[in-house]
């Protein structure tokens, strides 16, 4: 009989232990996730994230049309979420069944069943004695503690996104639809409005200094697509990079100190992003680094602005290594980001086949 008893009480004692570890990663995955204001690595929460982004992914496979692909990852980070609150009650309900054997409840399935009258503050199965009683109490306020963060959390996630594709949506007066860093210049010397840039790329500065800020804190934002299929945020980030790279390296004006600003807020809001999903890139990038952007391309992209009376330097071979020179900065993180967040590149050997942008917005103007 006492060797039964000191089974019975070590098993007590090892339900009790286990089921205290349990709430404890719960509930720091729910704070380093929902409430801790930086970068966190939360195993719990990155593994479950990546179990639903590979069957994501092979819905989603690369044979689909880019459109299928597009409807179907919207529904990602809306899903996880709602995956993660699952996942963080059934551990609760698990852990407090260990804790109610623990407090001397007899059976499993009486636990259990305490438990989950107690997490979703059912009542339909009251307890006695003090320990048990405190236990519903606490498991209790665990549940409502866990479906309050997720309420909390979802208005400030919604308020990040709803900046960040403001600025995004702006873009497509400035670039177009899809938007091209060429397309910024272009539109720029179509309506004689060069020295407007600087307000493009001081707006975009902001943008890259919260975004980094906002998507390394609530990295679930990296997922949320943009609403219109063809103007994504890395793309459009992307696009205002170059741009600014394309004006100071090859447009026949002074180059601009705002510009520069610009690519430098964006390659650092990039190497964050970078550091949190493990995306490598030299930190001491040099001219001589391959980027994804050939000599040709570049060239049919000078052609073409130059065609649409954008004054273009005389020098091209310079012009092509100043390109170089910024391009090298966030090159790698660009392409590797985009690939992992499905969004579109942008193709420069597309604009040998655009239409050229004439002068435009000019009073008296016959056609």
Same mark, same amino acid.
């Given at each position: ?48 994230? $990546? ?9 989603? /496979? ?14 990602? !980070? ?10 963080w009650l059934s551990f609760s309900l698990v852990a407090f069944a260990l804790l109610f054997m623990a407090a ?28 048990? +009683? ?16 997720? +309420?909390?959390?979802?208005?400030? %996630? ?26 910024? +210049? ?6 004689? /409005? &060069? ?12 943008? &890259? ?17 943009? =609403? ?25 004006? !002074? ?14 809001? %990039? ?13 001491? =990038? $040099? ?33 092509? $290594?100043?390109? %170089? ?12 980001? /985009?690939?992992?967040?499905?969004? !579109? *590149? ?13 002068? /435009?917005?000019? *009073?008296? $103007?016959?056609?």
């Amino acid at each position: 009989m006492c060797g039964v008893t000191g089974i019975a009480l070590w098993a007590r004692i090892l339900c009790g232990v286990v089921g205290v570890f349990i709430v404890i990663a719960v509930f720091d995955a729910a704070i380093r996730t929902f409430l801790l204001p930086r970068a966190a690595n939360v195993r719990l929460t990155r593994d479950v994230a $990546k179990v639903v982004g590979r069957i994501f992914r092979l819905i989603a /496979s690369p044979q689909r049309s880019y459109a299928t692909r597009d409807r179907v990852l919207s529904l990602y !980070p809306s899903i996880l979420l709602l995956i993660f609150q699952a996942i963080w009650l059934s551990f609760s309900l698990v852990a407090f069944a260990l804790l109610f054997m623990a407090a001397g409840v007899s059976s499993w399935a009486r636990a259990f069943e305490i438990s989950g009258s107690s997490l979703f503050t059912l009542g339909s199965s009251p307890v006695s004695g003090g320990v048990r +009683i405190a236990l519903g109490y606490v498991e209790a306020g665990v549940g409502l503690t866990l479906l309050a963060l997720l +309420i909390a959390f979802i208005p400030t %996630l919604y308020g990040a996104f709803q900046r960040r594709e403001v600025s995004v949506s702006r873009l497509s007066v400035r670039s177009g639809i899809p938007s091209t860093p060429w397309g910024v +210049i272009e539109i720029a010397q179509s309506v004689q /409005s &060069f020295a407007r840039l600087d307000e493009l790329w001081h707006e975009w500065e902001q943008w &890259f200094i919260e975004t980094g800020e906002t998507h390394t804190t609530l990295t679930i934002l990296n997922f949320y697509r943009s =609403p219109n299929r063809n103007q994504t945020w890395m793309t459009a980030a992307a696009t205002v990079l170059d741009s600014a790279a394309l004006y100071n390296a090859a447009v026949d004006h !002074p180059t601009s100190a705002q510009a520069g600003l610009c690519i430098r807020s964006g390659w650092i809001a %990039l190497r964050g992003i970078a550091d949190y999903f493990g995306v490598p890139y030299s930190t001491t =990038p $040099k001219r001589s680094d391959p980027i994804s952007i050939s000599r040709e391309e570049f060239e049919l992209v000078l052609d073409h602005l130059a065609a649409s009376g954008v004054p273009i330097v005389p020098d091209r071979n310079v012009a092509w $290594k100043d390109f %170089l020179g910024w391009r090298v900065n966030y090159d790698s993180m660009v392409e590797e980001l /985009s690939r992992r967040f499905d969004c !579109p *590149r942008t193709e420069w050997t597309a604009v040998a086949v655009q239409p050229v942008f004439g002068l /435009s917005n000019l *009073r008296g $103007k016959e056609d």
